[in-house]
């Protein structure tokens, strides 16, 4: 049986809104019916197992994956049914931060920043320099201006990853697994980065992690989600969620049991 913490609704229209939304691959179903929303400000963790779709979820919420069935709403807009401008502008409003940096190899830190304002701005050559050197201080990289991906360390790319997701000034951003590959410093040092640029820039922040130090450090929210119930099992604030015992595989995760 599907059961799910219970959290306090909000009058205001929630940024993001996810409604029955159903992802399947041939006979295969991720998740269906899945249902939550998202305040602005707020941080959610999408927390679970390996294979319950942390990362088919966050595509879907992105527009790199379509939904099978369902709707994805973005401060209020159907997203999932817009298309041209209407889709365009709605893409506007988020950044994301993929699991590897997805910076381009061939092109330095500020070409990479760079390429979003080139692409959706009016901006000039002069305005983009400055916007670079804003975004790349913004992550503690001013100075790495010229560096090309390969001549930095891994939290570093996540940085400058970090940097151009939010070239545009979006109202989200989504994290892909951020502490992935890096040790437990340069994790807890990415860690107090979100939370500073949320507290900064209100910013909504979305991360898909299954690393417990990030979660009970930088969740606000919780959204759980299960491989065998194909969908959420909890979601709330995350104490709630952690003490949570409406089902035994939510401790087995915070507690680090292994299944039977």
């Known amino acids: 049986m599907r059961m799910s913490v219970v959290t306090a609704t909000s009058t205001s229209t929630p940024i993001i809104e996810a409604r029955n939304l159903t992802v399947r691959f041939g006979e295969r179903t991720i998740f269906e019916n899945l249902n939550f929303s998202v305040e602005r400000g707020d941080i959610l963790v999408i927390l679970g197992g390996s294979g319950c779709g942390k990362s088919t979820l966050l595509r879907t919420l992105t527009g790199l994956n379509e939904p099978t069935e369902g709707q994805v709403f973005i401060g209020g807009e159907d997203f999932t049914a817009a298309d041209g401008e209407a889709r365009v502008a709605l893409l506007r409003k988020f950044g994301i931060l993929f699991q590897s940096g997805g910076l381009f190899a061939s092109m330095t830190l500020a070409e990479n920043v760079a390429l979003p304002l080139q692409t959706y701005s009016q901006l000039s050559a002069d305005e983009i320099d400055t916007m670079i050197t804003l975004k790349l201080g913004s992550v503690g990289l001013d100075g790495f201006q010229e560096f090309l991906p390969s001549e930095i360390s891994g939290g570093m790319k996540k940085r400058a990853g970090l940097a151009r997701a939010m070239a545009l000034d979006p109202e ?55 491989r065998e119930a194909k969908g959420k099992i909890a979601f709330g604030p995350i104490d709630e969620v952690r003490n949570s015992t409406a089902h035994p595989r939510i401790q087995h995760f915070f507690q680090r049991i292994a299944e039977e």
């Open 172 to 226: 989200i951003l989504f994290f892909d697994e951020p502490s992935a590959g890096l040790d437990p410093i340069t994790s807890a040092s990415l860690d107090n980065l979100i939370l500073n640029l949320n507290a900064a820039l209100g910013t909504t922040m979305i991360v898909v992690t299954h690393e417990l130090d990030s979660i009970n450090t930088i969740a606000r929210k919780a959204l759980m989600l299960d």
